[in-house]
Every structure is written in structure tokens, then in C-alpha cells.
């Protein structure tokens, strides 16, 4: 098969989000800066976080270019070493936040990133372990369904053992209950398109169940988070509706957020949707919940169109990573779900999440450069309307 | 591969049920709650301020420009949180109470005005006042000890450069704003007008200046206000004062003197002793000490007012001060005896007026009222007495003067008692009270040419290094005409050839008229304690030039006290300060 134009939609929703997360950590950077430094006794500089957004989203363009050029096969191929190196390195971090040594942040107990003092950049290695199981589990699935043992002990072991190392090393070391329930999103999503049995499926759902109601008991503050969430006494989630409600229709305009000066939590990263909300009103909340769909229905689309069973899958567990983050953010600022601390794919500031996001994206947009649905300029007929049927079960890549 | 297409049905499904989800909670939350929201918001970042206007502060006058006299001090509180404290003792840089105290204690030292068992006494409190008016220096040493539960506020109290200096005129106010003297009596023009701010504030309580709820209306601050009072002369009669009650051994209870200026009403120094620190004015168990008895504590002057009722008979052309009349040492007024005061018996025989005056006898004045009725105490000669006395000099009236000031009381001749007896006694200076002020200004339009001018205590503001001076005031009545006041000038200065003139600095003309007044007590007057007062004036010995300074003299006596006795020495001296203070020429 040949390579035909990539899906310029995805990469252009990505750019927007990325574009108005600059906007706006531009408009409220300086007054988070202020209320940070009178409440920490921190000197941020009220550019501060400005500049430092503007080179996490050059490091995160850089990083969707390099998901787009470098070879998936390659990637693909050593997927396995990285999950392990994303296993080592999540151990890692809190085995070093336990020791305190420094190279860690922690936050409330939770350590889950390490920190480059000298560049000042963050790294979690949880975003490592999204990539790595998007890779290994959407290979996993084609080897055993081109081997037949699809739903077979040789694909259930090494997948549930994936989940469970991820659910030991991020759920419970790391107290990270988001970023395993994205975690499980992936790898459920790829299950599901890949064909697991409905009944095997209805089974792992039924565990997982189970296994994520165990890890809220064991953890003091995702309890807390919860019977928060039920009383309604949460200063986090009243302060976001207070931000979306006084936005209205049109918003209370671009550098006059007041829930920005210390109202808010979390402005600048989990919270940047509120800010959205208040500064564009409901209008431009609107638009962004808009161009984040089209952005997840492009990649389900190109996942759909992909022939190559793995590359179409991890199309999927890109979709199911990003929409996780969405459901979860998103949700929670808009107090229909608990707030679960999570980043806001391309919008959040800074972070090593929007450059692994990035790079899943750049991916995405490599694949969608080898679907068979817009390959129109082969010198064979047409195909429109031929999908799943002539390359049907075809795992071969030209 | 053919379930693959509705599994990926299932994830768009999805993706369309978190869109509308997601649009329609936008739509509650934005669109229908937004009333809600906003109210929500207010209640929460509005946040209203008072903008505290800085007081006024208070000037002397001191010939070239101002001195101090009430300024504002920048004062810290210190208070603890024993709540915080007790709780979070241990912990995170929390000293233990014990700790605090001793902290606390080293660097304040006597200034802590409480007990420590009331302030870890009761451990919900959060917060205590330990120690008020504290330096800078050392609010400074706390703030370096770093004690955590330990505040401290900036206020501002009055200090009074001064001291003692001008006391009851300058007062104080309490914490409720109600005080004595300029303080107290211009109260409003020193407080200014505190403003308002409304204000969206950020989480800290910081004013942002965004949204559209922000109202700001400045504080104006109070007037620097400058005084008449002249710091060098004010500070010359409050030692003069001293001076005179300490060393009389305890016959006099109280003295007052009054400087001003005769020919624009400015008042120079206004004088009470025993005085008291307004400062620490809280430490004074007597409230009468605060009282600014020049203005506020009406009596009767006595024979200082003589001058008035020989002024309106020449004025009225009935008096010639030549004329003679028989002087028995006593006269009948209906079926009242009134007699001369003791030590003038050997005044008795035929006196011309002019000798009346000079040797205070009672008689004569009698006779001059006698004069204006054509022979007889009528109801006119009281009329037009009052009405000079009332109307003209303003006697028994409020003169206007920016203080507080009593009313003082003549009665009219209208009224059953101002009978004949009554206004024979007015005549010199009985049966009516005045304040020190009514008499002191009527005297000065007495002698200044017949002009009324208002007493003034305010000489303008002060602003930038700058005195922006209050507009002059003319006259505002004619009392006497200049012949009869030049002719009252000329007869005061013969009175004071026989009472002390000889204790003038040579070169000069000063004019005084002493008095001696019995006192009530319980109702009833008694010759056991009087009252001595000497009222006079001086200037430059030249005929076309009109008296300068116009000087009262009021000891109250614990015993028997002479006008021209005790009241002389003290007028002659500050009399002889401002002949030199005032740089005139002797001649």
C-alpha cells in the first residue's frame, strides 16, 4: 500500500487546543502567579508560566512531529523493552519519593513525577507507560489473533499482567487512580475493537470492577474525594461552576478572569477548562468541547480505515486515552463526575503530558497516512464503500 | 472482522453521548444558572473597604511659621492568637506558649497591659491586644523574633510635640471621636471623610481591577490646621501660670490668661493651669482639668467690666470723666445697700469719675448708670446698658470662636430680676456671668477704636510645607465710637499709673483694669474666697496708634485674693513679654 496525504483535521484540532491553552495561560498566568507567591511566598514572575507553556508546546509540537516521522514499526518492535524501562522507572520514582531525595515531586504523599532542576521540566513516567501499552497491547492483540489465540491463556496473561503492574506501580504506589483508570480505558477500548469474546470481555470488566473499588477503599483520599464529591462541600468543584456560570453566553472576556487570582485551584492545568468557561462563555466552552470531538472522532475514524490490525488498535487506545482525559477533566469540572486531578489533553499547562499526548497524536497522523479510504489516486477503481472487505483480517503493511 | 464495525460504533456512540453530556451541562451551568453564579461570585469577591482619611494635624503659629502641636504618630498593636498557638504548638516553627510569653515579655517588657493568664486563659480566642502604641523600634524586634500567633496592626495616635503646652486649648478625643478643645470643637474639618472601596479582590483579599463591581470613592483627608495661637507667647503665659499657682502656697486654686489681638480678634495664647498631659489625658482622675476655662467657665469678672459701663455712658454723651459726684462708700439702690470695696475709705468726698475708675469704687459706677437714666436707675438706662453690654461687646453670648464655648448670661432688664439692683451691681461686673473670651473681645473693640471683631483661634491651613492663611475678617459691628474708646484708653492708662505702672517697660502705653469678685458658695456670696482678674492692654507710646495686644488675668482663690494685688504682677509680666515679643519701638 502506499502512503497517501495524513489526516490534516488532527493535526489542525491539535494546534487550536494547543493555541488557546497559550492564550489563555497568557491572559491568567500573571495573576496565578500573583495569588501563588501571596499564598506560597514563591516568586514567580508574572511571564513565568507563559514562557514555560511556550516551551512545553515547542517540545510538544516537536514531540507530535517525531510521533509522526519515526517509524511505528520501530516503535512497535521495541514496545515490550519499554514497558518494562515505563514499569522501572514508575518503581523508581517511588522508591526515590520514599527516600526523599529530591529528584521527585510529591504531592500529598503522591510521587509521581521525577524533576530535571536544571531544566526545570517535569517527568512522569506514567505518560511512558501510556505509550508503551498502546504499542504492546495493540501488538499483542494482532500476534494472537493472527495465531488464533485470541482470548487464549497466551493473550490473557501477558494483558492482564500489564494491567496489574500498572495498577500496582500507578494505582497504589503512585496513588494515581486517573491515570490508571485512563490506564484501563486503553486497554479495554483495544480489547473491545480487537474482538475479545463478549463474554470474556463482560468477565475482565467484572474484575476490573472489583479491583478499582478496592484501590478507592485503600486510599484515604480518593474517599475523601468522593463523600466530597456527594456532600456538595467541594471548594474545587463549587469554584469551577462559579467560573463556567459567570462566564454566560459570551464570557466575562479575555484577561478578566477573576476565579483565576487564587479562587480556583489548579487554573493553569486541571482547571483551565473553568478559566475557558469563564473567559469565552458558554460559546467557547462550546467550540473547544466541538473541536475535542472532532479531534477523537478523527482518530476512531483513521482507526477504522486502518487495515493493519495493531496500528489500527493503537489508533483506538489513542482515542481512548484522550477521551478518558476529556471524560474525566471535563466531567469533573462540570461536577457531574468526582474531580479525579487530571491534565486536559493539549489545553492543561506544560507538563510531560500534553508532549506524550502529542507524540500519541503524531502517531496517529503517521497512520492515518495509510488508510485505504483515501487512497483515491491508486490506478485501481475506487474503493469507497469497500471497507472491511478486501483487505479484511489482512495484517500485511506494504 | 464483521463485529469489528458495530464495537466501533459503540465508541462513537460513546463520543456523542460525552458530547451532549457535556454541552447540555454547559448550557445549565452557563446559560440558566448564570443569575445564580454570578450572585454566588459577588458574594464571594466583592469585597467593600472604608478608606481610612488621615487626620488632620494641628499647628501653632510662632511669628515666623508654624510649629508643631498635634501630629499623627505611626503606632503598632500586638496581639497573639492563642487559639493558633495552643493548637499548634510543636509544630511547624509553633513556639509553646511559655516560649511566646517569654519572647513576648523580653522585648516588650512593661508595655504588655495584660495578664497572661487572661490571654491563655480562654483557648477559643483569637485574639488579644498584649501591648498598644508600640515604637517602631521595636514592633521591628518582633517581626526579626518571628513568632508565629503573634500580629501586629499599624494605627496612628496624636502626639503632642509640645507637652503640656496649650493643653485644655488643644484637647483630645477618645476612641468615640467626643473630646475637648481643637480636637474635640473641630472635630469634623480635622477628621477629613473616609472613603469607600468596592472592590473585586483576589483570593487573598488583594483589589483586582477587573469587573465592573468596583467603586471607589477617595478618602479626604483631614485639615492641617494652624492655630492663632502663637507657640512662643502661648508657652510664656503657661509657664507665667505656673509660676504664679505653684508659688502662692496654696491660696491660689486656679489660673487662666488670655492674649490676643485686638484689631483682628486672633487670639495669641489662651492659658489654664493646673494643667494636665493630653497625651496620657486617661491618667487624670479630675474632668475639670481638661476644661478650657477661658472659654468654657463663665463668672463674674467684677470691676474689670467697669470700663464697659463708662464707655456706654460717654458713648451715649451722658458721662463727662471730669464731672465730679459725692462718694460716701456707699449707695442705697432701692433697699440695697452697695458699698465700695474694702481699703477705699479714705477715698470718700466729691471724686471726679475719671478718680472713680482709677480707685475701682463702686459708687461711681453706680452713679454713672444713674447718669445714663437721667438721675435714676430707669428701665432705659438698663436697656441701653444691656443692649451695649449684650448686643454690642457681646457679653453673654457665644463670640463665634472655633471652640466649644458657654453662653455666659446677662439678664435682660425685660426679665423680673434684671431689676435696678441687679443692674447696679452689672455695672461692675457683678450679678452676670461671662466667659474670660466675652470680655477679652468686647474689651478689645472697647479700646481698638470701637471696632467688634470676632475671636478666631484659626489662622488657615497647612499644606506642603505651605500655610495657606484664612481670609481676614473685617469687623462685624461698630460698638463704640473711636473718640469714646480713645477716651476709655486714656483713662485705663491713668488707672494703671496707680496699679503697677511703674513695672512697665519705659517707653510704652498700657492701660489695665483690675477686679475682685466675691464667689458664690452654696448659694451664697462670700468675702472669704474671691476671684482676682486684671484686663488691660498695651502698644506704642504714639497718639495715632492703637494697642496691640490685649492681655486677661483670671486666679481663682482658695482665700481672699486681690485684683490688684495678685492679678497685677502676673498681667505686668506677660504684658512686659509681648511689649518685647512684639519688637515694638519704646519711645
Not at chain 1, 480489547?191 to 463482560?202: D, E, N, Y
Not at chain 2, 496624636?158 to 493643653?167: D, H, L, Q, S
Not at chain 2, 487662666?256 to 494643667?275: D, I, Q
Not at chain 2, 430680676?417 to 473670651?437: C, D, H, I, K, P
Request: with cysteine; glycine share 10%.
Amino acid at each position: 500500500m502506499r502512503k497517501h496525504r495524513s489526516d490534516k483535521a488532527i493535526a489542525l484540532m491539535t494546534v487550536i487546543l494547543m493555541a488557546v491553552s497559550l492564550v489563555i495561560v497568557y491572559a491568567i498566568g500573571g495573576r496565578v502567579a500573583q495569588a501563588e507567591n501571596a499564598a506560597t511566598g514563591k516568586h514567580y514572575s508574572d511571564t513565568y508560566f507563559f514562557f514555560h507553556h511556550v516551551a512545553a508546546i515547542g517540545m510538544s509540537i516537536a514531540a507530535l512531529i517525531a510521533g509522526y516521522k519515526i517509524k511505528y514499526e520501530f516503535l512497535a518492535k521495541h514496545a515490550k523493552k519499554m514497558f518494562w524501562f515505563a514499569a522501572v522507572l514508575c518503581l523508581l520514582v517511588t522508591i526515590l519519593g520514599r527516600m526523599n531525595v529530591g529528584l521527585v515531586t510529591c504531592d500529598e504523599g503522591a510521587c509521581r513525577a521525577f524533576y530535571i532542576p536544571i531544566i526545570s521540566i517535569g517527568f512522569a513516567p506514567v505518560e511512558l507507560m501510556k505509550i508503551s501499552i498502546a504499542l504492546y497491547g495493540s501488538y499483542l492483540i494482532r500476534s494472537r489473533r493472527e495465531s488464533g489465540e485470541l482470548g487464549t491463556k497466551s493473550f490473557w496473561v501477558p494483558y492482564a499482567t500489564m494491567f496489574a503492574l500498572t495498577a500496582i506501580l500507578v494505582g497504589a504506589f503512585q496513588k494515581d487512580l486517573g491515570s490508571t483508570v485512563v490506564i484501563a480505558m486503553m486497554m479495554f477500548c483495544m480489547a473491545w475493537v480487537g474482538g475479545i469474546p463478549l463474554k470474556q470481555f463482560g468477565v475482565a470488566l467484572g474484575i476490573f470492577v472489583v479491583i478499582g473499588a478496592f484501590l478507592i477503599m485503600t486510599a484515604e483520599h480518593r474517599v475523601q474525594r468522593l463523600t466530597g464529591w456527594e456532600s456538595g462541600d467541594n471548594y474545587h468543584v463549587e469554584n469551577s461552576l462559579i467560573s463556567f456560570g459567570t462566564g454566560g453566553l459570551m464570557g466575562v472576556g479575555l484577561g478578566n478572569s477573576i476565579q483565576s487570582s487564587g479562587y480556583l485551584p489548579e487554573s493553569l492545568t486541571d482547571s483551565i477548562f473553568s478559566i475557558i468557561g469563564e473567559t469565552w462563555g458558554f460559546i467557547g466552552a462550546g467550540l473547544i468541547v466541538i473541536c475535542l470531538a472532532v479531534l477523537l472522532f478523527r482518530i476512531i475514524r483513521v482507526a477504522e480505515r486502518t487495515e493493519a490490525q495493531d496500528s489500527s488498535l493503537l489508533c483506538v487506545s489513542v482515542f481512548a486515552w484522550i477521551i478518558s482525559h476529556v471524560i474525566m477533566n471535563i466531567g469533573g469540572m462540570l461536577g457531574i463526575i468526582p474531580m479525579k486531578g487530571i491534565t486536559l489533553p493539549f489545553l492543561s499547562y506544560g507538563g510531560t503530558s500534553m508532549m506524550f499526548a502529542a507524540f500519541a497524536v503524531g502517531m496517529v497522523i503517521q497512520i492515518s497516512g495509510w488508510t485505504k479510504r483515501t487512497n483515491i489516486n491508486e490506478d485501481s477503481s475506487s474503493r469507497r464503500g469497500q471497507r472491511g472487505t478486501r483487505y479484511a483480517g489482512s495484517s500485511r503493511r506494504s | 472482522m464483521e463485529n469489528r464495525h458495530w464495537r466501533y460504533f459503540c465508541l462513537k456512540l460513546g463520543l456523542a453521548a460525552v458530547v451532549v453530556i457535556f454541552l447540555s451541562q454547559l448550557f445549565f451551568v452557563q446559560i440558566i444558572d448564570h443569575e445564580k453564579y454570578v450572585r454566588e461570585a459577588n458574594s464571594m469577591r466583592v469585597k467593600q473597604y472604608e478608606l481610612l482619611a488621615k487626620r488632620g494635624e494641628v499647628f501653632f503659629s510662632d511669628g515666623k511659621g508654624v510649629t508643631p502641636a498635634i501630629m499623627n504618630e505611626r503606632t503598632w498593636t500586638v496581639f497573639v492568637d492563642p487559639n493558633f498557638i495552643i493548637k499548634n504548638a510543636g509544630s511547624s516553627g509553633v513556639l509553646h506558649k511559655e516560649k511566646v510569653q517569654e519572647k513576648l515579655v523580653e522585648i516588650l517588657g512593661e508595655r504588655i497591659t495584660v495578664d497572661w493568664k487572661d490571654v491563655w486563659g480562654n483557648e477559643d480566642s483569637m485574639y488579644v491586644e498584649i501591648a498598644k502604641n508600640v515604637d517602631y523600634k521595636t514592633v521591628a524586634a518582633i517581626k526579626e523574633a518571628n513568632l508565629r500567633g503573634v500580629g501586629r496592626k499599624e494605627t496612628s495616635r496624636r502626639i503632642y510635640p509640645a507637652g503640656t503646652v496649650g493643653a485644655q486649648l488643644l484637647g483630645f478625643t477618645n476612641a468615640e471621636g467626643v473630646g475637648s478643645g481643637v480636637e474635640g470643637a473641630l472635630n469634623e474639618r480635622l477628621s477629613g471623610k473616609n472613603g469607600m472601596l468596592k472592590t473585586v479582590t483576589d483570593v487573598n483579599d488583594i483589589p483586582l481591577s477587573v469587573g465592573d463591581e468596583n467603586i471607589e470613592v477617595p478618602a479626604q483627608n483631614g485639615d492641617n490646621i494652624v492655630l492663632t495661637i502663637d507657640a512662643n507667647i502661648q508657652r510664656n503665659v503657661d509657664r507665667v501660670l505656673k509660676n504664679t499657682v505653684t508659688g502662692s502656697k496654696g491660696a491660689i486654686r486656679a489660673a487662666s490668661a488670655l492674649v490676643m489681638e485686638p484689631t483682628t480678634g486672633k487670639v495669641w495664647a489662651m492659658s489654664n493651669y493646673p494643667t494636665y498631659n493630653p497625651e496620657e489625658y486617661w491618667k487624670e482622675s479630675d474632668p475639670n482639668i481638661y476644661v478650657n476655662r477661658v472659654a468654657e467657665t463663665p463668672y463674674e469678672p467684677a470691676s474689670v467690666c467697669k470700663p464697659f459701663t463708662y464707655a456706654v455712658a460717654i458713648n451715649e454723651g451722658k458721662l463727662n470723666p471730669d464731672a465730679t459726684y459725692y462718694n460716701s462708700g456707699v449707695t442705697k439702690v432701692d433697699d440695697r445697700e452697695i458699698n465700695n470695696a474694702y481699703g477705699t475709705a479714705s477715698r470718700v468726698g466729691v471724686i471726679t469719675f475719671r478718680k472713680a475708675l482709677d480707685y475701682s469704687l463702686n459708687t461711681g459706677s453706680v452713679e454713672v448708670l444713674r447718669l445714663i437714666g437721667g438721675g435714676s436707675i430707669t428701665k432705659s438706662a438698663r436697656t441701653t446698658l444691656y443692649n451695649y453690654l449684650h448686643d454690642s461687646f457681646g457679653l453673654g453670648q457665644k463670640t463665634g470662636v472655633e471652640l466649644n464655648e458657654a453662653t455666659g448670661l446677662i439678664i435682660s432688664p425685660e426679665n423680673e430680676e434684671g431689676n435696678a439692683v441687679r443692674y447696679a451691681n452689672m455695672t461692675f461686673g457683678q450679678g452676670m456671668n461671662l466667659t474670660m473670651l466675652q470680655v477679652a473681645a468686647g474689651f478689645s473693640s472697647l479700646i481698638n477704636g470701637g471696632d467688634y471683631y470676632q475671636p478666631t483661634v484659626i489662622a488657615g491651613t497647612y499644606n506642603d510645607g505651605k500655610i495657606d492663611a484664612a481670609e481676614q475678617k473685617s469687623a462685624v459691628r461698630k460698638t463704640i465710637s473711636a473718640g469714646t474708646s480713645a477716651e476709655m484708653r486714656k483713662m485705663l492708662q491713668e488707672v494703671r499709673s496707680e496699679n503697677g505702672g511703674q513695672n512697665d517697660l519705659p517707653g510704652f502705653r498700657v492701660g489695665v483694669k483690675t477686679g475682685t469678685a466675691e464667689t458664690l458658695e452654696n448659694g451664697v456670696y462670700t468675702s472669704k474666697k474671691t476671684n482676682a482678674s486684671a484686663l488691660g492692654f498695651g502698644g506704642e507710646n504714639r497718639d495715632d496708634a492703637l494697642p496691640r495686644y490685649v492681655v486677661m488675668v483670671r486666679l481663682d482663690g482658695n482665700t481672699l485674693l486681690w485684683g490688684s494685688q495678685n492679678a497685677i504682677p502676673v498681667f505686668t509680666e506677660i504684658s512686659n513679654y509681648m511689649l518685647q515679643y512684639l519688637r515694638m519701638q519704646p519711645k
